[in-house]
C-alpha cells in the first residue's frame, strides 16, 4: 500500500526571518542612522523590503529589476554589514551586487518597479505597496541618492550573474 500527500506551492519563509533578531535589529539602526527622520518602524518596513528585493534578485538573474529609493535605503544598509550579507547572499544561492548611478530623469524605466514588484510577488511575497512608488511619490525622504537603470552594458539595476559592470569586470 502506497500513500501520497497531496501538497500545493510552499509558501516561502517571511524575509524577517532570513535574519537573527539582533541581526535584524543592527541593520535597521544602520537604516535610522543615514535617516534621522525615518521612524523605527518605517526601517523595519524598509529592510523588510530590501530583504523581498534580494531575494526576487537572487531567483531572478535574468531580469532586470530595481528598488526604490527607499528600498535602496534598506539594501545599502544591508550591505554595509559586509559579513551578514555575504552569509544572506550565500544563502540565497548568489550574490546580487550593487551598481548605483546618480539619479536622472531621462534614464527613468517607470516599468522596472512593475517588473520588481511582479517578480517579488512570483517568489511569494507580497510587496509594501507604498515603499514601491516611483520617485515623484516618495513615502519618505531616505538619504539613498542613486538609482538602478536597466540600460544595457550600463551600470544597470543589479548584477547577480556577472552580467554588465562598470568597464567589464568585477
Given at each position: 500500500m502506497t500513500a501520497a500527500c497531496a501538497t500545493g506551492p510552499q509558501k516561502p519563509l517571511p524575509p524577517r526571518t532570513l535574519l537573527t533578531d539582533a541581526q535584524f535589529n543592527d541593520v535597521r539602526a544602520t537604516i535610522l542612522?543615514?535617516?534621522?527622520n525615518i521612524e523605527p518602524?518605517?526601517?523595519?518596513?524598509?529592510?523588510?523590503?530590501?530583504?523581498?528585493?534580494?531575494?526576487?534578485?537572487?531567483?531572478?538573474?535574468?531580469?532586470?529589476?530595481a528598488p526604490t529609493r527607499?528600498?535602496?535605503?534598506?539594501?545599502?544598509?544591508?550591505?554595509?554589514?559586509?559579513?551578514?550579507?555575504?552569509?544572506?547572499?550565500?544563502?540565497?544561492?548568489?550574490?546580487?551586487?550593487?551598481?548605483?548611478?546618480r539619479p536622472e530623469a531621462s534614464r527613468h524605466d517607470p516599468e522596472v518597479l512593475t517588473r520588481t514588484m511582479a517578480l517579488i510577488e512570483q517568489a511569494g511575497y507580497t510587496p509594501d505597496a507604498e515603499?514601491?512608488?516611483?520617485?515623484?511619490?516618495?513615502?519618505?525622504?531616505?538619504?539613498?541618492?542613486?538609482s538602478h537603470t536597466p540600460v544595457p552594458g550600463g551600470?544597470?539595476?543589479i548584477n547577480p550573474g556577472n552580467r554588465a559592470t562598470h568597464g567589464g569586470g568585477e
Open positions: 542612522d543615514d535617516n534621522p518602524e518605517m526601517a523595519s518596513r524598509i529592510l523588510i523590503e530590501a530583504l523581498t528585493f534580494v531575494i526576487a534578485a537572487s531567483r531572478f538573474p535574468s531580469v532586470r529589476i527607499e528600498v535602496d535605503a534598506g539594501w545599502h544598509a544591508l550591505i554595509l554589514h559586509t559579513h551578514l550579507y555575504a552569509s544572506l547572499c550565500s544563502r540565497l544561492g548568489r550574490t546580487v551586487h550593487h551598481y548605483p548611478e515603499l514601491w512608488v516611483g520617485p515623484d511619490r516618495s513615502l519618505v525622504s531616505v538619504a539613498a541618492n542613486c551600470c544597470g539595476p
